[in-house]
């Protein structure tokens, strides 16, 4: 009799205050930066409870964080804060060159009904009280140098992710590209974080944007419809252009590898349409101002662009095919690439105009430039250098 009695108490007490079941938000995964650019940057970050998220911004200027009220960001679809596990906030007007410190804030929803929200009152932040708070530094297209580092055909090596950053110095470096197949397969948002992404989080995520440049692997599986989501969810497409110092960045998204009827796609993609529409664009480039003042012209894309042959796949023909004649026209300096599991390096020929650099699945590119000169090495997770290359401005 006591203990349904005992059993009767818990369960008024659970009607009467309901917020007591519920678990204290926490902050699960990130923050991370995506798609930072002269004037622009997106935050994301996990939360472990279906929430309202925002981020505050400082100028990285000595004064304390709090001196003054922030401005705040809000995650919004069309004017509606987003009530979601998932948080990106894209933060707008920025100035170029610039370094801001910023804070992540999380507030759970406990119901929505009609026009009544409910909130726990409990709010799940980053640490700007005894941590130095996390910063980026915008891009700048008139800085005079610059250093970047490519890595790729990860394939969810995290420790690998960790090394071959520490061997090319990513403290030291402007940007940081991610060249495809960082994880093997998409069956979940686990794949991505357990298989890179935590640790490039704790290595160089929070203070400098991984720009990713989509491989064939992470569009297989069942959650790679997700993948915009978390890797440049405020952008409108996977294929963009960056400028930084001399530098001109073109990524290309270069899709399968093999014909879209291959029965280990399920019938489920398009991408020979997709290469279609991005070859389109790729055309408009030229008539970035950014581009024409460039000293170096830059492509990253997974899946190179060579010289055809009877053993070329489908995905390599299709790129060759369709974005090599344009890039032919653009005066490229190098295209960086991945994807065959070995080093090359493919000098220019009567096909292709411009150089192909394709690093390994144990190497990293490490790369800087001037006004004068772009050089291009690769490391291997041994330390020695397997390709050196110095390329001169043409204009």
């Keep these: 009799m006591k203990k349904i009695n005992t059993l009767m108490i818990i369960l008024l007490l659970s009607a009467a205050f309901p917020i007591s079941l519920y678990g204290q938000i926490q902050i699960l995964y990130g923050p991370y930066l995506q798609n930072v650019t002269a004037t622009e940057a997106t935050v994301v970050w996990e939360a472990t409870e279906p929430s309202v998220g925002w981020v505050e911004l400082a100028p990285d200027d000595g004064t304390n964080f709090y001196l003054i009220e922030r401005p705040k960001y809000y995650d919004c679809t069309n004017g509606?804060?987003?009530?979601?596990?998932?948080?990106?906030?894209?933060?707008?007007?920025l100035q170029p060159g610039t370094k801001y410190r910023y804070r992540i804030f999380s507030q759970q929803v406990l119901s929505h009904n009609g026009i009544f929200v409910t909130y726990d009152g409990r709010i799940a932040a980053s640490n700007v009280h005894t941590k130095t708070p996390p910063s980026f530094q915008t891009l700048d297209a008139t800085k005079p140098k610059t250093s970047f580092l490519v890595l790729n055909d990860i394939h969810g090596r995290s420790d690998m992710v960790e090394k071959l950053s520490e061997l090319a110095k990513h403290k030291e470096k402007d940007m940081i590209f991610f060249n495809g197949d960082m994880v093997s397969m998409s069956r979940q948002k686990e794949d991505y974080f357990n298989g890179f992404m935590n640790t490039s989080v704790n290595l160089f995520a929070q203070r400098k944007s991984p720009y990713y440049c989509r491989?064939?692997?992470?569009?297989?599986g069942q959650f790679a419809t997700h993948f915009q989501e978390y890797f440049s969810p405020r952008?409108?497409?996977?294929?963009?252009?960056?400028?930084?110092?001399?530098?001109?960045?073109?990524?290309?998204?270069?899709?399968?590898?093999?014909?879209?009827?291959?029965?280990?796609?399920?019938?489920?993609?398009?991408?020979?349409?997709?290469?279609?529409?991005?070859?389109?664009w790729l055309k408009t480039v030229q008539d970035d101002p950014d581009f024409k003042s460039a000293k170096f012209r830059v492509v990253i894309g997974h899946i190179p662009t060579t010289t055809l042959s009877y053993k070329s796949w489908h995905g390599e023909k299709e790129c060759t095919d369709k974005f090599t004649p344009i890039l032919n026209q653009m005066g490229i300096d190098l295209m960086i690439c991945g994807h065959t599991h070995s080093d090359a390096f493919h000098e220019p020929n009567?096909?292709?105009?411009?150089?192909?650099?394709?690093?390994?699945n144990n190497g990293v590119v490490d790369a800087k430039a001037d006004a004068r000169e772009l050089k291009v090495k690769v490391i291997h997770d041994d330390g020695k250098t397997y390709i050196e290359k110095t390329f001169s401005a043409q204009r």
């Design 235 to 280: 952008v409108p497409n996977l294929y963009f252009t960056l400028r930084q110092g001399p530098v001109f960045f073109i990524i290309l998204d270069t899709g399968e590898d093999k014909p879209d009827s291959d029965i280990e796609y399920g019938g489920i993609v398009d991408y020979d349409t997709y290469r279609s529409e991005q070859a389109i």
């Design 215 to 220: 491989g064939n692997h992470e569009t297989r």
């Design 80 to 93: 509606v804060k987003n009530t979601s596990l998932l948080h990106s906030v894209k933060i707008t007007g």
């Design 350 to 360: 009567e096909q292709i105009h411009y150089p192909v650099l394709v690093n390994s």
